[in-house]
């Protein structure tokens, strides 16, 4: 199994910048690849951006390109996801997760962590 906790998230005025980590344990040998994720209230739950472990690879949502870059740093197990230029719209509950295929995208995640509130005041 695999374990995953996110932190970093909080309250920042627009035009702020927040970074989100999410520290992997266990069976981290695993996985190929991590994601982000964010809801918000009364949402469905959608995509932000992705990562291969290996950090070959990424891939962003239309709405964050250009302003976030997710990166990892391998020798310590942690997937960062830098957010610059908030906006309100960004204000969401941020899911990390992790997936176990090899697919890119991939198709479906394996762990999830808790989450972390990122508001974003106007």
């Known amino acids: 199994q695999v374990q995953l906790v996110e932190s970093g998230g909080g309250s920042v005025q627009a035009g702020g910048s927040l970074r989100l980590s999410c520290a992997a344990s266990?069976?981290?040998?695993?996985?190929?690849?991590m994601g982000w994720f964010r809801q918000a209230p009364g949402k469905a739950r959608e995509f932000v951006a992705v990562i291969r472990w290996s950090g070959s690879r990424t891939h962003y949502a239309d709405s964050v390109q250009g302003r976030f870059t997710i990166s990892r740093d391998a020798g310590k197990n942690t997937v960062y996801l830098q957010m610059n230029h908030l906006k309100p719209a960004d204000t969401a509950v941020y899911y990390c997760?992790?997936?176990?295929?090899?697919?890119?995208?991939?198709?479906?995640?394996?762990?999830w962590g808790q989450g972390t509130q990122v508001t974003v005041s106007s």
């Open positions: 997760a992790a997936a176990g295929n090899t697919n890119w995208p991939p198709s479906e995640y394996d762990f």
């Open positions: 266990g069976r981290t040998s695993i996985l190929y690849t």
